[in-house]
């Protein structure tokens, strides 16, 4: 932010600490798939003197995306932490993974940083989806800064960029969103594009230039001030508007010349309070170079610019019962109070929780509380328990440098927490605690998964709880209806990775299959039958004879059970043994297998034997009454239907209306949510839309939303309906 020529006083190979908040700096990189997030994390550790060349740490690994499965997809596909240092202040990168699938990893990027980088491809443009996150940020007032990446693309163009990102993010206010320094163009090649080898200061009004492999500085030519003229005013008296000095702007427009220091110091103030965004130039480093375009003037930005952590709100803590507790404040010496952002298994170390601390100061053998509630319905147990913290280290690519405690503000990973998953909080054994928790988005592919062989069947159960351990978008659910084991994830990528990871971390293979959604089976209409279980065939005989009437009621009725005997034709002891077969009967299905709801059962009339009745025999006689009847009637399919609300940019709306009738689908009503976004609620059958996570991506753009819930179940019509009787009957 000083715009002045830095070097870094750190060494390759040391992990930074900090001794106190304010030298703390927690940031996270945000853009979609593709954009150069890994890679301006890559040169803003060489550029700081963390690694000695581009992307390589001392054991020749790559720094943020390590994992073999980042390799083989080549795309970041997890949250990693890179911690850098420069000028005595720790910054701790968070890189986030771009594509949609893995928005979990996003969110808990969120969750433990205090300032956002959006980075954004001049090749590419700025996608849907990163408006969005941008508005998350927003809402709960984050600093926010945009980086241009790819600026070596032959369709490049820096001002084009910045006029889109002011248009994008800038709203109502397009001089929120402006540059701080201008790219200077060397020579044009043999294709007619100019490279880009230095940055002009708007402010300072001098020449960085890159163009040797190291950052030098200059004045600017007689050519090049006239430039940056117009851009300079505009930032100046962006940066004025701002200010907390309302006469600022008088002495301004005066005509009178604002000292420097005055400018950066109201820019600073500005862009911690997340009121200005400036946007900066990155590329990589040339081969053999130290210092990449543009790394110097963000690394300055980020410690001159973006709040310490004791500058942002902590989250909400109550206590594990829910009794609110005092607002945490930033002191290593408070309570303690940190949070499990990510959780990851390590196959040397075992399982490594990535912590957030919030207040107070973590230590290895320090015994903690570990609470974890509500994501029971996500296949995530309530908890309470005591752990002691093994290790507390630092992440450096693959390796793991060890760290003798976490102070507040600070993000550390602890190793060997059996209980802890990700979300939990970690407190003091006599004090615990339980922050609130970040919002995290349902996962709505379905995947129905079973074991390749027995020996992948031991395995599964608890290879499947340690993979929903660490990813709370992922949801697990033993269907008892369709007899599945669904993994729900939040679209293909997804659940590619999760499956990869049963397999090379948990040594699970498992094989997937259709998905299947639970229908019901009901009475077309009213139907008799009798039930005639008699047998005399040496020992205890058995005798029961039952007759029932059966009839439809409206949906969401359940089975009622209605007793009209008279006379004692059924004994009163033996009426509860026909319900109960009548019941487990409808359970099991009468025509396709699937249970049977809504209808009335009435008891008429029956026949029993002194000696030979029984509880058993009754029972029987009451599944093979509700058996005949069902023979004197036609049976009909229910579907569940699930009330879908869809959330997407006024320009998708009519793709969604008209995919979702095409869908079988009702639409119920569209509303205005937002500014130039609409919400679209409709009634759907679930059989329809067990892709549409996939679908509604493609549809949109990546910029669609949608949720789910059961509404009810309704006929399925007849043709469709005995399409699944024969597929059903093929498959059995």
Same mark, same amino acid.
Request: include cysteine; aromatic fraction near 4%; glycine fraction near 10%.
């Given at each position: 932010?000083?715009?002045?020529?830095?070097?870094?006083?750190?060494?390759?190979?040391?992990?930074?600490?900090?001794?106190?908040?304010?030298?703390?700096?927690?940031?996270?990189?945000?853009?979609?798939?593709?954009?150069?997030?890994?890679?301006?994390?890559?040169?803003?550790?060489?550029?700081?003197?963390?690694?000695?060349?581009?992307?390589?740490?001392?054991?020749?690994?790559?720094?943020?995306?390590?994992?073999?499965?980042?390799?083989?997809?080549?795309?970041?596909?997890?949250?990693?932490?890179?911690?850098?240092?420069?000028?005595?202040?720790?910054?701790?990168?968070?890189?986030?993974?771009?594509?949609?699938?893995?928005?979990?990893?996003?969110?808990?990027?969120?969750?433990?940083?205090?300032?956002?980088?959006?980075?954004?491809?001049?090749?590419?443009?700025?996608?849907?989806?990163?408006?969005?996150?941008?508005?998350?940020?927003?809402?709960?007032?984050?600093?926010?800064?945009?980086?241009?990446?790819?600026?070596?693309?032959?369709?490049?163009?820096?001002?084009?960029?910045?006029?889109?990102?002011?248009?994008?993010?800038?709203?109502?206010?397009?001089?929120?969103?402006?540059?701080?320094?201008?790219?200077?163009?060397?020579?044009?090649?043999?294709?007619?594009?100019?490279?880009?080898?230095?940055?002009?200061?708007?402010?300072?009004?001098?020449?960085?230039?890159?163009?040797?492999?190291?950052?030098?500085?200059?004045?600017?030519?007689?050519?090049?001030?006239?430039?940056?003229?117009?851009?300079?005013?505009?930032?100046?008296?962006?940066?004025?508007?701002?200010?907390?000095?309302?006469?600022?702007?008088?002495?301004?427009?005066?005509?009178?010349?604002?000292?420097?220091?005055?400018?950066?110091?109201?820019?600073?103030?500005?862009?911690?309070?997340?009121?200005?965004?400036?946007?900066?130039?990155?590329?990589?480093?040339?081969?053999?170079?130290?210092?990449?375009?543009?790394?110097?003037?963000?690394?300055?930005?980020?410690?001159?610019?973006?709040?310490?952590?004791?500058?942002?709100?902590?989250?909400?803590?109550?206590?594990?019962?829910?009794?609110?507790?005092?607002?945490?404040?930033?002191?290593?010496?408070?309570?303690?109070?940190?949070?499990?952002?990510?959780?990851?298994?390590?196959?040397?170390?075992?399982?490594?929780?990535?912590?957030?601390?919030?207040?107070?100061?973590?230590?290895?053998?320090?015994?903690?509380?570990?609470?974890?509630?509500?994501?029971?319905?996500?296949?995530?147990?309530?908890?309470?328990?005591?752990?002691?913290?093994?290790?507390?280290?630092?992440?450096?690519?693959?390796?793991?440098?060890?760290?003798?405690?976490?102070?507040?503000?600070?993000?550390?990973?602890?190793?060997?927490?059996?209980?802890?998953?990700?979300?939990?909080?970690?407190?003091?054994?006599?004090?615990?605690?339980?922050?609130?928790?970040?919002?995290?988005?349902?996962?709505?592919?379905?995947?129905?998964?079973?074991?390749?062989?027995?020996?992948?069947?031991?395995?599964?159960?608890?290879?499947?709880?340690?993979?929903?351990?660490?990813?709370?978008?992922?949801?697990?659910?033993?269907?008892?209806?369709?007899?599945?084991?669904?993994?729900?994830?939040?679209? #293909? /990528?997804? $659940?590619?990775?999760?499956?990869?990871? !049963?397999?090379?971390?948990?040594? *699970?293979? +498992?094989?997937?299959? =259709?998905?299947?959604?639970?229908?019901?089976?009901?009475?077309?209409?009213?139907?008799?039958?009798?039930?005639?279980?008699?047998?005399?065939?040496?020992?205890?005989?058995?005798?029961?004879?039952?007759?029932?009437?059966?009839?439809?009621?409206?949906?969401?009725?359940?089975?009622?059970?209605?007793?009209?005997?008279?006379?004692?034709?059924?004994?009163?002891?033996?009426?509860?043994?026909?319900?109960?077969?009548?019941?487990?009967?409808?359970?099991?299905?009468?025509?396709?297998?699937?249970?049977?709801?809504?209808?009335?059962?009435?008891?008429?009339?029956?026949?029993?034997?002194?000696?030979?009745?029984?509880?058993?025999?009754?029972?029987?006689?009451?599944?093979?009454?509700?058996? #005949? /009847?069902? $023979?004197?009637?036609?049976?009909?399919? !229910?579907?569940?239907?699930?009330? *879908?609300? +869809?959330?997407?940019? =006024?320009?998708?709306?009519?793709?969604?209306?008209?995919?979702?009738?095409?869908?079988?689908?009702?639409?119920?009503?569209?509303?205005?949510?937002?500014?130039?976004?609409?919400?679209?609620?409709?009634?759907?059958?679930?059989?329809?839309?067990?892709?549409?996570?996939?679908?509604?991506?493609?549809?949109?753009?990546?910029?669609?939303?949608?949720?789910?819930?059961?509404?009810?179940?309704?006929?399925?019509?007849?043709?469709?309906?005995?399409?699944?009787?024969?597929?059903?009957?093929?498959?059995?």
């Amino acid at each position: 932010m000083s715009e002045k020529s830095s070097t870094n006083p750190g060494a390759a190979g040391r992990a930074p600490a900090a001794d106190r908040p304010a030298a703390l700096r927690n940031v996270v990189l945000v853009g979609h798939s593709g954009s150069g997030k890994t890679t301006l994390v890559e040169a803003l550790a060489l550029a700081s003197g963390a690694v000695n060349r581009a992307g390589r740490v001392e054991d020749g690994g790559c720094l943020s995306d390590y994992d073999e499965i980042e390799h083989r997809q080549q795309r970041s596909v997890q949250l990693s932490l890179v911690p850098v240092d420069w000028g005595g202040i720790k910054i701790n990168l968070l890189d986030t993974p771009g594509y949609a699938d893995f928005v979990g990893e996003l969110r808990a990027g969120l969750r433990a940083a205090d300032a956002a980088l959006f980075v954004v491809s001049a090749a590419d443009g700025v996608a849907g989806a990163t408006r969005m996150v941008w508005d998350e940020c927003a809402a709960v007032g984050m600093p926010r800064a945009l980086v241009v990446t790819h600026l070596e693309a032959a369709r490049a163009d820096f001002d084009e960029m910045t006029r889109r990102c002011a248009v994008t993010f800038g709203g109502d206010d397009l001089d929120a969103v402006l540059p701080l320094y201008l790219p200077l163009y060397g020579p044009a090649g043999a294709d007619g594009h100019a490279p880009v080898n230095g940055l002009i200061g708007l402010l300072s009004q001098r020449v960085f230039d890159y163009s040797s492999g190291e950052r030098t500085e200059r004045a600017p030519t007689d050519e090049e001030l006239p430039l940056i003229e117009a851009a300079r005013n505009r930032l100046i008296e962006g940066i004025i508007a701002e200010s907390e000095d309302e006469s600022l702007m008088d002495r301004y427009l005066a005509g009178e010349e604002i000292e420097l220091k005055t400018l950066v110091g109201d820019l600073e103030t500005a862009v911690a309070r997340g009121s200005f965004h400036p946007v900066l130039a990155a590329a990589p480093a040339t081969e053999g170079a130290r210092q990449g375009l543009g790394t110097v003037e963000l690394l300055e930005l980020i410690t001159g610019g973006f709040p310490t952590p004791a500058e942002r709100e902590a989250p909400a803590v109550t206590s594990p019962d829910g009794a609110p507790r005092p607002g945490l404040g930033c002191d290593p010496e408070g309570p303690l109070a940190a949070e499990v952002v990510k959780t990851s298994s390590d196959p040397y170390v075992g399982r490594l929780s990535l912590v957030r601390v919030f207040s107070g100061t973590l230590r290895p053998d320090d015994t903690v509380h570990v609470s974890g509630h509500g994501l029971e319905d996500r296949g995530h147990e309530d908890h309470d328990v005591d752990e002691r913290v093994s290790a507390l280290s630092a992440p450096f690519g693959k390796q793991q440098r060890p760290l003798t405690r976490a102070i507040a503000g600070d993000l550390a990973c602890v190793a060997k927490l059996t209980r802890a998953e990700t979300g939990d909080t970690l407190s003091g054994k006599d004090a615990p605690l339980l922050m609130e928790p970040w919002a995290m988005p349902d996962p709505l592919l379905p995947v129905a998964i079973r074991a390749h062989s027995k020996a992948d069947e031991d395995k599964l159960s608890q290879g499947l709880a340690r993979l929903v351990a660490e990813d709370p978008t992922m949801c697990l659910e033993h269907n008892q209806d369709t007899r599945q084991v669904v993994l729900w994830c939040m679209g #293909e /990528a997804h $659940a590619d990775v999760a499956l990869e990871r !049963l397999r090379s971390r948990y040594g *699970v293979q +498992v094989d997937t299959v =259709d998905h299947r959604v639970a229908l019901r089976e009901t009475f077309g209409g009213p139907a008799a039958g009798r039930g005639r279980h008699v047998k005399q065939s040496g020992g205890h005989g058995q005798f029961a004879i039952c007759e029932i009437q059966v009839e439809p009621l409206p949906g969401g009725s359940g089975i009622e059970f209605v007793d009209k005997v008279v006379g004692g034709a059924v004994p009163r002891q033996f009426i509860p043994s026909v319900e109960k077969g009548v019941r487990a009967q409808a359970a099991r299905g009468i025509a396709t297998g699937h249970p049977l709801v809504d209808v009335r059962v009435t008891l008429l009339d029956g026949k029993s034997h002194s000696v030979d009745s029984s509880d058993a025999a009754f029972q029987t006689a009451g599944a093979l009454a509700l058996r #005949e /009847a069902a $023979a004197q009637t036609t049976i009909d399919l !229910l579907e569940p239907v699930a009330e *879908v609300r +869809v959330l997407v940019p =006024d320009e998708y709306v009519g793709p969604v209306l008209s995919d979702l009738s095409g869908r079988r689908g009702r639409v119920v009503g569209t509303e205005q949510s937002g500014f130039g976004r609409t919400l679209v609620r409709a009634e759907v059958p679930e059989i329809e839309i067990g892709r549409y996570a996939v679908d509604l991506r493609s549809l949109s753009h990546g910029t669609g939303r949608f949720g789910r819930g059961y509404l009810r179940h309704e006929p399925m019509p007849g043709q469709l309906a005995a399409r699944m009787r024969a597929e059903e009957t093929v498959t059995a």
